[in-house]
């Protein structure tokens, strides 16, 4: 998602013509490879020797998960196999089947968010002043407030752990269709802009409240499963916000 973010930003700064378009491509590629290669040496060199990925990684080790030896050797950690004892997991169904409320609420989370931005944003944001910068506004509004979003629930009294309230939550942004819609059509560019931060403010707010949530009360090699199961939720979610973004075109023509 982030690199997506790219895309109307190169576009909006380069002519529209095919020599701009090649441009625009190049660049947004080029700046988007050099994140990715940031992001892999950051996770292979950087990531393990952080105190905290240290102090889980033994604990899970401790708990009977082989699955963080490899991660563990890599940041210079020896599990001492003699005391590693071993414990019996569950396995992937009955993780999927006991928190398949959660997986659900991050695909549609993922999903809705997906389906308005960025093709939304960028394209059909109705009246306004602000030229090729309005998209960058709006996209820069949404990344901030997901941000904000993501460090809320550190506050304990807005913690969300309600395995209800956290579905009827991610439910009710379903509101954000109709809510963008008419706002486009009728709003102004500060409706828009409002609208657009709770998007992100949502997102991220209700991503950590599941992702803290789910996998409390499981041990170290259950909740590394639960995790992986719960990120290919969030994966699906987003491939079918990208393929229903195309939604906005809708009476326009196509």
């Not at 441009?23 to 892999?40: H, M, P, Q």
């Not at 059509?185 to 992702?211: A, D, E, P, R």
């Not at 259950?222 to 195309?246: P, R, Y």
Request: net charge positive; aromatic share 14%; charged share 15%.
């Amino acid at each position: 998602m982030g690199s997506a973010n790219l895309s109307p930003s190169s576009s909006g700064h380069i002519e529209n013509s095919q020599e701009g378009l090649r441009k625009g491509a190049i660049l947004f590629f080029s700046i988007s490879t050099f994140f990715v290669l940031l992001c892999v040496v950051l996770y292979g060199f950087v990531y393990p020797k952080l105190p905290i990925v240290k102090y889980y990684r033994s604990k899970a080790a401790s708990e009977g998960s082989k699955t963080v030896s490899s991660d563990l050797a890599a940041a210079g950690i020896r599990s001492e196999t003699e005391e590693s004892r071993q414990f019996e997991r569950k396995e992937n169904k009955e993780l999927l089947r006991e928190n398949i409320d959660y997986a659900l609420n991050l695909f549609v989370i993922y999903g809705l968010t997906l389906s308005i931005f960025l093709g939304f944003l960028s394209e059909d944001t109705g009246k306004h002043s602000l030229g090729t910068w309005y998209a960058l506004v709006l996209i820069t509004m949404y990344n901030v407030w997901d941000l904000i979003g993501r460090y809320i629930p550190l506050i304990k009294i807005l913690n969300l752990e309600s395995r209800k309230l956290i579905t009827t939550a991610s439910i009710s942004r379903f509101l954000f269709i109709p809510a963008f819609y008419f706002t486009a059509k009728y709003g102004t560019q500060g409706w828009m802009i409002m609208l657009t931060s709770f998007l992100g403010l949502s997102n991220g707010y209700l991503t950590v409240c599941v992702l803290t949530s789910a996998p409390k009360g499981y041990k170290g090699p259950e909740q590394n499963a639960l995790g992986n199961i719960l990120v290919l939720f969030i994966l699906g979610g987003i491939f079918a916000g990208v393929t229903l973004d195309w939604l906005w075109l809708i009476g326009k023509g196509w």
